[in-house]
């Protein structure tokens, strides 16, 4: 029973992340000769510094510093579930990781605000008259509305679900 609760706790996507970081692992420590689980903290070290130094066609790093934490969270996962040390508790492999951060610090990417101007003019346009257009129009019109009331993130209002009330009436 608190199999199944363990389970709940991690999200379907990040598991299935997860078990695809470690099979990166797993190939990379078997093209090496090294043994994946238990995994040496040194190495895993040297898995994430050579992953940093790659770089893809246009010259430009091929992993970001988060793509390289998380699969260290995936590793760690994998020999916390089998009962071993995370080698990520490891203040070598921790060191590693804020040494590849710190030679990657640029100035963070923002995305530009949707400003009150911008959405006068995306409702302007919307088709919100003609059948059958109207209705996509419409629930476009009020995801936005909502979105932009509620200073909502893409996947926020993505995740939203209609739902019917179980509380009881009011008055009585």
């Not at 029973?1 to 389970?7: H, V, W």
């Not at 793509?67 to 071993?84: E, F």
């Not at 923002?110 to 996509?136: D, M, N, Q, S, Y």
Request: positive net charge.
């Amino acid at each position: 029973m608190a199999a199944g609760f363990r389970s709940a706790a991690v999200p379907a996507s990040t598991r299935t992340a997860y078990a695809g970081d470690w099979a990166k692992f797993s190939a990379w420590c078997s093209q090496e000769d090294h043994t994946a689980l238990p995994a040496d903290p040194g190495l895993v070290g040297e898995y994430l510094a050579q992953a940093a130094a790659l770089t893809d066609e246009s010259g430009g790093f091929a992993y970001a510093p988060a793509t390289l934490a998380r699969w260290l969270a995936g590793i760690n996962a994998v020999h916390r579930a089998a009962g071993h040390t995370p080698p990520g508790a490891d203040p070598g492999v921790a060191a590693v990781l804020r040494g590849i951060r710190a030679t990657r610090k640029g100035p963070p990417r923002r995305a530009k605000p949707f400003r009150l101007e911008h959405l006068t003019t995306v409702l302007a346009v919307i088709e919100t008259r003609a059948w059958p257009a109207a209705v996509i129009g419409r629930r476009d019109a009020a995801l936005l509305l909502l979105g932009f009331a509620g200073a909502l993130r893409r996947s926020e209002l993505a995740a939203l679900q209609l739902g019917m009330s179980r509380s009881p009436p009011m008055g009585n």
